[in-house]
């Protein structure tokens, strides 16, 4: 990590969110948007890009929560 721009990872994590939500959101519309003309396997293999985001958004939303650990640990390293 770059030391001189750690405080701007507030703002890059939450735009980082706001575009995986946004995805999310554009994926699930086109999904119902679509559904009656697939099979039922088509359906399920159409849900997975929808979970896969809903995962990264949890996993950024958690590294979101760590940022002030994250910070002060890459911070307090020696070979500063």
Request: aromatic share 6%; glycine share 2%.
């Amino acid at each position: 990590l770059d030391r001189s721009k750690l405080y701007s990872l507030d703002e890059l994590l939450g735009a980082r969110i706001s575009h995986l939500q946004a995805m999310l959101a554009e994926t699930e519309a086109h999904l119902a948007s679509i559904s009656q003309y697939l099979t039922f396997t088509e359906h399920l293999v159409m849900q997975h890009k929808g979970e896969r985001l809903r995962a990264e958004i949890v996993w950024h939303e958690n590294l979101y929560t760590q940022l002030p650990h994250i910070i002060a640990d890459e911070s307090a390293r020696k070979d500063a």
